[in-house]
């Protein structure tokens, strides 16, 4: 099971701090994700990532995550996002 949205299976590892911002390729470093949540995260930490999903729930646009994934979620509601997330560096 995804560890971020707990509601896909994962079909992935992810970095949780990714190797292009300073992340070991350790286990402790690694979990579980499926590839919305994978994808949508990209390039940012966890708590940038958790940020920019509770700024767009917060304006009512609602998440990628699960439109992507085609499912709802009360954690991550479907409907266009109007957020934009740091530039992935």
Request: glycine residues 8%.
């Amino acid at each position: 099971m995804c560890v971020y949205c707990r509601i896909r299976p994962a079909d992935h590892l992810d970095h949780i701090v990714p190797i292009s911002r300073g992340g070991a390729n350790a286990l402790a470093n690694i979990a579980p994700a499926c590839t919305p949540c994978g994808t949508s995260k990209g390039a940012l930490t966890v708590a940038e990532w958790v940020t920019v999903l509770a700024a767009e729930i917060a304006a009512g646009c609602g998440s990628p995550v699960a439109a992507a994934a085609g499912q709802t979620s009360p954690y991550l509601p479907v409907g266009p996002a109007t957020v934009r997330r740091p530039r992935d560096t």
